[in-house]
């Protein structure tokens, strides 16, 4: 069974730019489609990226595209999401998803379609 473990949240100011990794303890990575969901406090968690096997990108919320940008190193079995200019409504906990994918090109974009999480990292932004 796969594992995954998030790292790279901090506190950081308006403005500034933090890179996520979620790294698979074991197994191919590159069997499974992948995803960065965030849950603001007191909120439903929400999809921010997802990527493909191939490597197809897709991005959620309107407030992140142009900003955030996922990525994935099979050979490394990590998965990122570099996030720039960020901002205080992007402090949230940034949970990493995988769920394997017979499919090269598909992208799950919904929570319940994921079985592997990761434990979550915080990102808090200051203004």
């Known amino acids: 069974q796969v594992q995954l473990v998030e790292s790279g949240g901090g506190l950081v100011q308006a403005g500034d730019s933090l890179r996520l990794s979620c790294a698979a303890s074991?197994?191919?990575?590159?069997?499974?489609?992948m995803g960065w969901f965030r849950q603001h406090s007191g909120k439903e968690r929400e999809f921010v990226a997802g990527?493909?096997?191939?490597?197809?990108?897709?991005y959620g919320a309107d407030s992140v595209k142009g900003r955030f940008t996922i990525s994935r190193d099979d050979a490394k079995t990590i998965l990122y999401l570099q996030m720039n200019s960020l901002k205080p409504e992007d402090t949230a906990v940034y949970y990493c998803?995988?769920?394997?994918?017979?499919?090269?090109?598909?992208?799950?974009?919904?929570?319940?379609?994921?079985?592997?999480w990761g434990q979550g990292t915080q990102v808090t932004v200051s203004s």
């Open positions: 990527i493909s096997r191939n490597g197809g990108r897709l």
């Open positions: 074991s197994g191919p990575s590159s069997r499974y489609a």
């Open positions: 998803a995988a769920e394997a994918s017979s499919a090269d090109f598909y992208i799950f974009t919904q929570e319940q379609q994921y079985h592997l």
